[in-house]
């Protein structure tokens, strides 16, 4: 059990035993040191312990496309029997026969419609459901693993390790809200409310006596770039003392955390193991990480490289 | 310390020492034993014991305006003096000259003009400041108290029992976001990340290489009424089993949580105490209770009688 690791080396192990030893693991051991030693000039009181995980690509895959895109694929060949017109009408003939990747990765428009096609005009419940039942049989296409597998066991460590250190964990993703709780709770140990993410607008109803909130077609906030800074504060409203990330759509979020004062860990995961995982960071079209990997290099902020920092990329490897 | 208030009631004293004995407390007590027994048919795992209240009227007092529009107006005592304009301009004429609460109570647009001068425009650390400087000062016109002062005793003992019970305890308020967490940590005992409220918009930007959140003059999100289960869903992403409010704005609320399975709690603080507090409900004007009144009863939630309930209203008294 991951939740079990404890903060103790000496006595209990390694609590990062996936990570090689180097600049990397050393970074994250002597940060979590200096802001938890009642005697440290950079000690942080539990309460200001707040960190901040992007989750594709820092926390789980995101090759060869973000796994809530896969769900999207999935749900329009499954609803596309109820709606035959998407045969031949775009962007859902594509999805259907063609190379879905091209959707996530072309006209914003047109991911707006399926996003609109199978996140929206149902409940809440509803929603919650259909991911549960997708994730239970889903498999990654490269793996055949379940999706819930393709989560990174240093980064797992690295939740255990701060939580165990009195620090609370949060998700802040480009992903949707109500899609990530689903799993977030028994793969991460990240209780509902300290996932933060995009946003549909909701609408509360009466249906037959009964409440429900109706997922509308229509963006509330899109928890990527600047919006990860904004999420933040209306969320959590402390600014973290560390933040991790792997892309460009982190580096607002990077930028908000090391702006305080005190002792800041801004890290990066940069997937250099075309072996065990993907190798992509500049010219990807999904995860790309260029400008946040300059800011990196030029602030001396923490890149882990995958390849080399990770004795163990995944648990079931 | 009432964080500290035990749930043991036999061995450590009564955790609501200052309610009166009647169905009200009663009816608090048998949701918490039923909902935490093990051995309880309507036993609830811990991580889903979400418990929301309200603020304004029923954590602490909202007479004979919002504590929050009593900022607003020594905000703009304190600004006139750059603004002179204002002398001759409505409606800051009539809150620097006139009948202050009429701005509150009247015309939509005249509030947000308000609310605009007084909350936007700023770094949210510097409105932080703000606040809390403002708090430090500033004296209830009747009881001449700190605000801070102006809270329930016997809604502080609510949420300690709570907590004690391994509840987690939420403000799903009308009021700003930004402007309860100032105070909401050593008053409440509810962290940054548990208060949930009005928000304006944010715009993340980079002055002179340093990050800030701009206070941006837009309403984002409005956490009252039909927003209440919206904003609960977005920020915590359960339906809690009890809900704790005042008024006709907590309505949808108490609606979304007695809308699940199991045991549920919906409680409404009635103000009838015209000598230790204020009476009011139906025909009131700030924290109107009429549709909500007739919902309780028609429900059977529970209504807290002020007068009756209450051996003890404020700490101080």
Same mark, same amino acid.
């Given at each position: 059990?991951? /939740? ?15 990570? /090689? ?8 051991? *002597?940060?979590?040191?200096? =802001? &938890? ?17 992007? @989750? ?26 109820? @709606? ?14 063609? /190379? ?5 990765? !072309? ?16 409940? &809440? ?11 239970? *049989?889903? #498999?990654?296409? +490269?793996?055949?693993?379940?999706? =819930? ?32 709780? =689903? ?5 991460? !140990? ?22 429900? %909130? ?5 963006? @509330? ?15 959590? !409203?402390? #600014? ?5 990330? @792997? ?35 500049? $010219?990807?079209?999904?995860?790309? %990480?260029? +400008?946040? %990997?300059?800011?990196? /290099?030029?602030? *001396? ?6 390849? +080399?920092?990770? #004795? #163990?990329?995944? $648990?079931?490897?």
């Amino acid at each position: 059990m991951v /939740n079990q690791a404890s903060h103790t080396t000496a006595a209990s192990g390694d609590p990062l035993a996936s990570w /090689n030893e180097g600049a990397a693991k050393a970074s994250i051991i *002597s940060f979590v040191r200096a =802001t &938890t030693d009642p005697a440290s000039p950079d000690y942080v009181r539990p309460q200001e312990r707040i960190a901040t995980f992007d @989750n594709d690509g820092t926390l789980w895959t995101e090759q060869p496309y973000y796994i809530q895109f896969a769900f999207a694929i999935d749900q329009i060949k499954a609803l596309a029997p109820r @709606n035959p017109d998407w045969q031949d009408q775009e962007p859902f003939k594509t999805m259907l026969t063609g /190379n879905a990747k091209s959707v996530l990765t !072309g006209d914003q428009r047109a991911l707006v419609q399926i996003v609109a096609a199978t996140h929206f005009g149902m409940t &809440t419940d509803e929603f919650d459901a259909e991911v549960r039942k997708w994730l239970a *049989s889903a #498999r990654h296409p +490269h793996t055949n693993w379940p999706y =819930t597998d393709m989560v990174f066991q240093p980064m797992l460590e690295v939740l255990a390790y701060l939580r165990a250190n009195d620090f609370k964990t949060f998700i802040v993703s480009g992903g949707g809200i109500e899609f990530i709780r =689903t799993f977030a709770g028994q793969t991460y !140990g990240i209780p509902h409310q300290q996932v933060i993410g995009s946003t549909g607008k909701l609408k509360f109803e009466m249906r037959d006596g009964k409440p429900v %909130l109706l997922k509308l077609a229509e963006i @509330n906030f899109i928890g990527d770039y600047a919006g990860k800074p904004v999420c933040i504060q209306h969320h959590i !409203g402390r #600014r973290p003392i560390a933040a991790f990330g @792997n892309s460009d759509g982190d580096l607002q979020m990077l930028q908000w955390t090391t702006g305080g004062a005190g002792a800041r860990l801004a890290l990066l995961v940069r997937h250099t193991d075309a072996i065990r995982e993907w190798e992509y960071d500049r $010219q990807a079209d999904v995860g790309r %990480l260029d +400008h946040a %990997l300059d800011e990196a /290099n030029a602030k *001396s902020w923490t890149v882990v490289d995958m390849k +080399h920092d990770w #004795r #163990r990329v995944f $648990q079931f490897e």
